[in-house]
């Protein structure tokens, strides 16, 4: 098994390109060094990026915050702007496991190890996030919606990885938040995720907003009708109610160790709920 | 020679290190990082061990071939049952199980069939852990895959697959002719239930499931064996019984047993888990063959799909009572899942519940039951838990239809001193009454509650056990004590002895210096269980003390021309009493240790003992949890248990057992669970996935030390690490009927199941 | 493949080994260095009983492969007592008897005192859940929780 660690965008797609046999890229490693051990994958190649200046930035970019790939949680926690202009984000990022994992776990990590579990990918979608993708080709944008297509297949083509994301420029009263729920209060994967972004206007009304759903159907899903149930609204119990049912209908989940079918999409509109009622208070007092 | 005996009931004749808070003498390695467990230990040249396990649930092991990984370059032995020759059936008592050497030999390493997904089937010895689990790989094994039953009601039908077929049911009349996976029945009965029930103006019955749980100890099954050329064997592994395991391998291999010398590692955890054998057998085995020490360590996935979780089982329970609250009558019918061989807890199940009243008429009935999972192994108060859930449901049940206080329905029915137990003995002075009465007294009795938040209370028994155990004294030239103590400390044993020790010679508790020794240091004693150890040991102590006390009289009746009774000891010292007292001074232990060579040789004690008189201890739990309506989720919002202790040697560690016993059980109630798929497979082998407490799941825990002395132990001790996880099975169901007036009957009360029985009946909203 | 060459810095002195790639941080540490302080309960970072501080970041050495921590610094249990002086932690742990059997303690040492450095004064709910990432069996959290509160006192105390 080869281990490399390039400091370049370039020489990092260089070796995934040239790569025969099973490849993995590495950031954090705690979905990784995981399998590894569970003989769930036996790379031959192992491209590590965490010395790829590009994939360790967190900075504005564009009126936007641009985040390295293979930035941790911990370090998305301690900045001290991020978490005021995107909580939902940052808090969805240190939910992943305990404070060990968040001190290595990266949302490049959790978006590519391809689980539509993954707890900060509902809340990178309801931001609008943008992947940045390097590879032999050269550089293209994709947003992180359509990044993961079903468990563990990615829309990324040999050679390809991901380099960083965009978060879009914040309009003013906008907030976001992520829930999650699990049956312990820390350490499960999460059986429903729900992702929340929205704006309201200066009569408190919803004037855009983005709604993911987490661990209920083969991908992370971006639910447009669950947004426009509550956009033009004060989140009044009406528009809970809708948006409650727009959350239950997009779920197509399955049966597994974790939840079941029924359950997760009863928990799909309750999360949903709570996550914009939360992203909405925010919102007001941002 | 005056009476020189201490009564801990009636206070200590030393410094009264005994019932204070200590610093453990094994603590500083602890907390550093020095102390070694299990897996610290390595001997040069050493291979790694690892084992090939069945893939399948049930099957016909046809043939193994070894050949490839033998000649795999860096293999050094490859073991398979032809390694092991077979055991005849016998039945052993282990503890608080029965145990059969046809069926250990037959779990340590398959024969005739795989019997469990996990089940050992071969094991290699490597240069390393690389080339081993490569050797595993080139094992060939030929399965003929059979029918699997893995549920203990399915494995009962009469149609259902057959694990044994010579395994007939014990306990029936007619024999059968016809083999099954029922074991056995058991029964104990006492007056005469179905007249009981007549009496009754209330009768509640239900039926109960729980799911197997694992001991989830933090360290998992290590072992490192070194055979010489003679097959004299050294062992370390970490086990709650290094005397058992050195008899199990000496017996499965076929060994003297004093050829083997066992040396217990520090042991992360055991709660009964690891008082039976899985790789030390096949490390010996190995290391045999290779003609190098060998070390095996277990992956988390293999202690779980590969050592004895607890059972799963399905429990009925009928109760009657009269208007006024009396017990007039309990009936139980418990169906306990033993895994892949016989031996599930049901019998001690059947024992205890009912074991905290005093009724007049009882029966309770128990299959053992065989089915395709890990066999399983004892863990902590074996089979109570599960049967005691299913009482002290139904016991709050009564309550609510009879609208009494469900502490003082408890205390009207509770066993008593002279009350006699349906399993048959009369009980000595108990502390069930003042444990009730302590959670009355308690702050969090009184405490508000909102909606959706709920009070739950149960109690709980254990018998505990007493046994062979070794300990022994030994005064070291400069008047400082060495200690060992024959039973592996689980957590704390070490401070309890050592106060022990310096209370009964009255010296400072630094001076003695305590160790668990190896096989081939102390005589047989009995593993770490049946909350036995501070009990037992501290009892051997004090035999050790007394013969050095009675050594060193003698010695100054000798040094002093004195007579015995002109001379006792007191306060660390040999004094001399009366007229002597002008002629001589009294003589500290340091002083005689001086002169030791001078008057007869080193001076010691060795308490070799049989320990009777073990104490049941009862407890009582209190919780008060909140559900979240339209999730299911449940959060334990305040907890508190009291229990007795007889005497708690050291407070902080019987406080520890309450503690860490309640936070077992919340587990056990609320998340963990085994997982199995149709195919048999377990699918939650891990941490991730077999949902233990962590820390923000749980609050403090209050724990109220009573102390009712045992008489029959010199300082009063009650064993107490096991009564602590059999009320939070009782007490949260409680706590969840009070806050939903649902009565979960299913075990675990997880989101999902909780979630469905709320919004069956339209309760899923704030 | 060869094996990796690492030069790193483990409780303040310099050490060098060799590794494969599969080889995790705590493979090294315990296989490599003979440093057995760190504990394997899982291999899989659900524990906590292999936790170590990495250029000062809390991780599981589980979840770190060895050949990663080239020029990088790593502190285990068995540098936090300082000479025969045991940290606060460590004390605390003791007197309040807030272990039973040990195996999970030195992850909830190093656990702690990375807490304590990141935030002096924590409420109980601030520890459970930074602490959530370490499994105890034995205690029922309870004693722990209160050993690190007491820590944190003395510590502020100086």
Known sequence: MRYEAPDSLDGAVALLADAIGETRVLAGGTDLLVQMRADVVGPELIVDIKKIPETRVVAEDKGGWRIGAAVTGAELKEHPRLKQVWPGVVEAANLIGSTQVQGRATLGGNLCNGSPAADSVPALIAAGAVATLAGPRGRRDLPVENVMLAPRKLALTKGEFVVSFLLPPRLPRSSDAYLRFIPRTEMDIAVVGAGVSLTVDETGTISAARVSLGAVAPRVLLVPDAAAAIVGSRLDRAAQDRLEAAARAACSPIDDKRGTVEFRIQIAGVLARRAALIALDRARTS | ?????????????????????????????????????????????????????????????????????????????????????????????????????????????????????????????????????????????????????????????????????????????????????????????????????????????????????????????????????????????????????????????????????????????????????????????????????????????????????????????????????????????????????????????????????????????????????????????????????????????????????????????????????????????????????SIKKTEHWNMPLRKWQGRGVASGFWFNIGGETCASLTINEDGTVSLMAGTPDVGGLRAALTSVAADELGIPYEKVRPIIGDTGSLGFTFLTGGSRSAFSGSMAIVEAAKQIKAELCARAAKLWEAKPDQIEFKDGHVRPLGALAEKVKPMSIADFAKIAGKTGGPIGGYGRINAQGAGPSLGTHLVDLEVDPETGRVTILRYTVAQDAGKALHPAYVEGQFQGGAVQGIGWALNEEYIYGADGKLQNAGFLDYRMPVASDVPMIDAIVVEVPNPKHPYGVRGVGETPIVPPLGAIANAMENATGIRFTELPMSPPKVLKALKERGLNKV | MAKHHIEATVNGDAVEFLCETEDTLLDVLRDTLQLTGSKEGCASGDCGACSVMLDGRLVCSCLVLGCEVGGRRVDTIEGVAKGQTLHPLQQKFLEHAALQCGICTPGFIVAGKALLEQNPNPTDTEIRYWLAGNLCRCTGYDKIVTAVKDAAVAMRKG
Not at chain 2, 365 to 373: E, H, T
Request: proline share 6%; glycine share 10%; net charge neutral.
């Open chain 2, 1 to 437: 020679m005056a009476e020189n005996g201490t009564n801990g009931t009636n206070g200590t004749n030393g410094q009264g290190y005994v019932g204070t808070r200590t610093i453990r003498p094994d603590g500083v390695d602890k907390v550093t990082g020095r102390a070694r467990f299990g897996a610290d230990f390595n001997l040069p040249g050493q291979l790694i061990g690892r084992v090939l396990r069945s893939p399948h649930p049930h099957a016909r092991i046809v043939r193994i071939d070894t050949s490839k990984a033998e000649a795999l370059p860096g293999v050094k032995a490859v073991i398979t049952r032809d390694d092991f020759g077979d055991q005849p059936s016998e039945f052993i008592p282990a503890g608080e199980m029965m145990m059969n050497y046809k069926d250990v030999v037959r779990n340590v390493m398959a024969r005739e069939k795989a019997l469990y997904e996990g089940h050992a089937v071969a094991a290699v010895a490597a240069i390393s852990a690389a080339v081993a689990r490569r050797a595993l790989k080139l094992i060939d094994v030929q399965y003929e895959v059979l029918p699997h039953v893995i549920d203990v009601v399915e494995a009962m039908r009469p149609d259902a697959p057959v694990l044994h077929d010579d395994l007939f049911t014990a306990g029936v009349e007619p024999k059968p002719d016809k083999p099954s996976n029922i074991a056995k029945r058991v029964e104990i009965a006492v007056g005469d239930v179905e007249a009981g029930f007549k009496k009754a103006d209330v009768i509640v019955e239900r039926e109960f499931k729980t799911a197997p749980v694992h001991q989830g100890y933090i360290e998992p099954h290590a072992a490192l064996a070194s055979v010489s050329e003679d097959g004299s064997t050294e062992l370390w592994c970490c086990t709650q019984g290094h005397f058992i395991v050195r008899a199990h391998c000496a017996r499965l291999l076929g060994m003297d047993i004093a050829k083997i010398r066992v040396t217990a590692s520090e042991i992360g955890g055991g709660f009964g888990g690891k008082t039976v054998v899985y790789l030390e057998p096949l490390a010996i085995a190995l290391s045999r063959k290779a003609k190098r020490p060998v070390k095996m360590v277990m992956s988390r996935e293999e202690v779980f799909k590969a050592s004895g979780p607890t059972s799963g089982a399905t429990v009925r329970v009928k109760m009657g009572a009269t208007k006024d609250g009396k017990f007039v009558a309990g009936f139980g019918e418990l169906k306990y899942q033993a895994g892949a061989f016989q031996g599930s807890p049901v019998q001690p199940g059947v024992f205890c519940a009912y074991a905290p009243y005093d009724m007049e008429n009882v029966k309770v009935i128990g299959y053992d039951v065989v089915s395709n999972r890990p066999k399983v192994a004892a863990y902590r108060a074996p089979g109570a838990p599960i049967s005691e859930f299913a009482v002290e449901s139904v016991v709050d049940e009564i309550a609510k239809k009879l609208g009494l206080d469900p502490i003082d329905l408890r205390m009207m029915n509770a066993a008593r001193e002279g009350t006699k137990a349906a399993y048959g003995p009369k009980f000595g002075p108990i502390g069930l009454e003042q444990t009730l009465n």
